[in-house]
């Protein structure tokens, strides 16, 4: 079975100032991907940035870059120089085999507010 | 980049009637679609895998009859709410995967706000 988990219901964040979102998986398939995206209100899904498992290197896009700790099974997105337009919803979810098909589950989300 | 065209963004309709939902990636073939609802303030949760050419992939507790869906083209995925009562009242949202050069991304469209009533 694989698992995505979202620790934080809720965060906030000074303008400006960095955050660490945070998310752990849990997957028998020895290949997968991470993704992270941000709801707004109006509901649409906005692709953020993805990290391979065999991928050496963290994922950089803009101010979001994935800290990717393969041992630790953890994938956590952090967002630099925060922007009051970042306050959302942020998703963490993995595609990887379980039960003989290709998946992808979502964590259950942290709502991220950036303070003026 | 990638677009994924969903429809319609919102239906109201009488219990009883069914309600299709359409899927489309716009720019990309899409070998892989995927259905999720989503209740207010609540994660995505996944109802199915659709693969073009072949029957969708269910999650435990999704009713294959009542939750009908199609990937009869590399772009085109539907679902089909069959006899909807008002517990099918949800925000329906589908994505697509394309791979390229080993890069993955996954695109979502931008939902289906379904009202039974």
């Known amino acids: 079975a694989q698992k995505i988990t979202q620790t934080q219901p809720g965060m906030f964040v000074q303008e400006k100032e960095a955050v660490t979102l945070d998310c752990t998986y849990d997957?028998?398939?020895?290949?997968?991907?991470l993704f992270w995206y941000k709801q707004p209100s109006s509901g649409e899904m906005i692709f953020l940035i993805y990290q391979g498992s065999y991928d050496q290197q963290n994922a950089t896009e803009g101010r979001y870059s994935l800290n990717f700790q393969k041992a630790r099974k953890s994938a956590n997105l952090v967002i630099s120089a925060s922007q009051l337009g970042d306050s959302a919803m942020y998703f963490c979810a993995m595609r990887a085999r379980s039960g003989g098909y290709q998946k992808v589950t979502f964590g259950t989300g942290t709502k991220l507010q950036v303070i003026p | 980049g990638a677009v994924v065209s969903q429809h319609p963004s919102w239906v109201i309709c009488k219990s009883g009637t069914s309600v299709k939902i359409e899927c489309r990636s716009l720019?990309?073939?899409?070998?892989?679609m995927f259905w999720y609802r989503q209740f207010p303030k609540q994660s995505l949760m996944l109802m199915a895998t659709s693969n073009e050419g072949s029957k969708a992939t269910y999650e435990q507790g999704v009713e294959k009859d009542k939750f009908l869906i199609n990937h009869a083209s590399l772009t085109l995925s539907t679902l089909t709410v069959t006899s909807a009562h008002p517990e099918d009242s949800s925000f329906y949202i589908c994505?697509?995967?394309?791979?390229?050069?080993?890069?993955?991304?996954?695109?979502f469209g931008s939902g289906t706000q379904l009202s039974v009533l």
């Open positions: 997957t028998s398939d020895p290949s997968y991907g």
């Open positions: 720019d990309f073939q899409a070998t892989t």
């Open positions: 994505s697509a995967e394309e791979i390229r050069d080993r890069d993955e991304k996954l695109f």
